[in-house]
């Protein structure tokens, strides 16, 4: 059991939970029989005994019955849950369109119904459920209060309220200015161009996946592995000085992680070259500088030239091809930036600590 | 008896007054009494019959709606009691809590906060799955993320007032980036540039965490800021651009369905 335990809080270390993340992520839009009753069923079986049984581990125990954390493990079983409906729903109107059937929405489109008493009885319906749920909840579970605010003593780990911490765990990758302000910033600009960049017409008021594969991957991608992977592993698996402990690990405050971190002007300069550091910011930087640059503008331009980029830059014409070819690579950033952490112990692309400019 | 009682409860000029359709028995009074009920008015007479399906919309929407009012009721209950004051605010969290009748309020507000995250977060993910946000429908979804911007300040500017550890040491972690905000945080990419002959206009008595917390540290002025904000501010823009969605949802073509 202890081996077993180790094994998974081995697996649960980012580099490895991410890979497997990512593997899992190609895998679930490669078998269509996951979306189905029966792989739903497997997928809620395999997720509550899993939950069931660490439940049996004291770690386990107390980091996920925080009164706080409780409904950050409902959102994951609830997000997965629908997750498998929109699928569902999605590969079934797939199967009809490919048998030249209308969608299963298109069959009732037409059929009116009255608000009264159709809709008015649901909506109150659901309010009622609503409201019991609520009140059971906030009976059972008592709102957290901690011990009155002391500026003077800090706890550890300081979090930030649940949903932003996956921001928090982009600060392990990125500085502030990224990680709080750039990046969130720009998942909003991104969110409000959507519908300007998304021309295909298709898949417009019912589930399909087959005739929108890459806007779905793509939010699936962002919102999935990136937004709430990074929350999980930000509320369950960060503990005293923002270490990662496993799920099963105790949170040891006298953990220590080696700082081996280096930038890339010294992978580039001191250990490629043999050379010192350069004084100026402007040669010291400049690979980084060029690396970066070439990635948001010359890659681009590469990928519009052939293949399925070209197909994008065909249908989407020049200013949304470039703008929303931009706000992917900038999401790209973050797990190519944590695979060079994990790799070479990159700890910065461009590091100009004299204006605070550090990717 | 009870028959005749209400029949004449029904049948008086009061209750007429009030109800004008009464229980609708046929298409036209169900049509009725959509149009004559301020509430009910936001919906159309008919609706899809696949829109309707829970398994369509999830109910996500109306539910976010409906957690909204919650967090509103429940919210003027806790302001009866609530001081925001360095030297009040924790022990009224303890009062509530302890002395309140009804003394779940608190816990009503704050799981139906989380909920209320969760739930818009589900919103978005059926309108995006079921390509709602196509044409013509993209300026709604635009109103949309801004509404989703705002439950979490929402949730975030709550998350101060009750003055304990986890409190303030969770806006202290948040309102940190504001630091590194470019140009205008004291530690941000190109702060240094705004500068007239040497003095520097963005410092961090300036910058955009002191606008955001009302001071070099957490303390009373951010708490009567977060606090304004929380209970007057933000419910009233979000109240305002709710009214806009709603609208657009009928205006832009009801529920979305193939067309």
Known sequence: ?359 | MLKKLQSGIVKSQVWKSIFRVGIPTDNRKRAMAMLGNVALHLHPIKVKKSGLRMSYTWCMGGTSFFLFLVETITGLLLMFYYRPTVEYAFFDMVDLREVAAFGIMRELHRWGAHAMVITVWLHMFRVFMTGSYKPPREFNWNVGVVLLVLTLLLSFTGYLLPWDQLAIWAITVGSNMARATPLLGAEGPGAALLSIGGTKLIHVGSDARFALIAGRTIGGGTLIRFYVLHCVGIPLVAAWLMAVHFWRVRRDGGISGPM
């Not at chain 1, 950050?72 to 079934?92: D, E, T």
């Open chain 1, 1 to 359: 059991m202890d081996a077993l335990k180790g094994f998974i809080n081995f697996l649960a270390y980012p580099q490895w939970s991410f890979t497997l993340s990512l593997v899992g992520f190609a895998a679930i839009f490669w078998s269509k029989r996951l979306w189905s009753k029966t792989g739903g069923w497997l997928m809620l079986m395999a997720g509550t005994l899993f939950f069931g049984l660490s439940l049996l581990d004291p770690n386990f125990r107390k980091i996920v019955s925080k009164a706080d954390n409780v409904p950050i493990v409902m959102m994951v079983f609830i997000l997965g849950f629908f997750v498998w409906l929109s699928m569902n729903k999605a590969i079934n109107n797939d199967r009809r369109l490919d048998s030249g059937e209308p969608t299963f929405e298109k069959s009732e489109v037409e059929d009116k119904v009255f608000t009264w008493p159709d809709l008015v009885f649901s909506e109150f319906i659901c309010m009622v459920v609503l409201t019991v749920v609520l009140v059971v909840w906030s009976i059972a579970l008592q709102a957290p209060l901690e011990e009155p605010a002391n500026t003077s003593v800090a706890p550890n780990p300081s979090k930030a309220p649940w949903y932003f911490l996956g921001l928090q765990e982009m600060l392990v990758y990125f500085d502030p200015w990224m990680a709080g302000v750039v990046l969130p910033g720009l998942i909003v600009v991104g969110l409000m161009a959507l519908p300007y960049l998304d021309t295909n017409p298709k898949g417009n008021g019912y589930y399909t996946f087959k005739e929108r594969k890459a806007e779905i991957l793509a939010f699936m991608f962002g919102f999935l592995v990136l937004w709430t992977e990074l929350i999980v592993i930000g509320t369950f698996l960060r503990g005293p000085n923002w270490n990662f402990f496993g799920p099963y690990e105790f949170w040891d405050f006298n953990k220590i992680e080696p700082l081996v971190n280096v930038d890339l002007s010294e992978l580039i300069w001191i250990k490629l070259f043999g050379y010192g550091l350069p004084g100026h910011w402007l040669p010291r930087e400049i690979f980084g500088i060029l690396l970066l640059g070439g990635y948001f503008f010359a890659l681009p331009v590469l990928i519009a030239k052939r293949g399925i980029g070209k197909s994008w830059y065909e249908k989407m014409g020049p200013a949304r091809y470039y703008i929303g070819i931009s706000l992917m690579l900038t999401m790209m950033l973050l797990p190519l930036k944590m695979y060079c952490r994990w790799m070479f112990n990159l700890k910065y692309f461009v590091h100009i600590q004299e204006f605070f400019f550090n990717i």
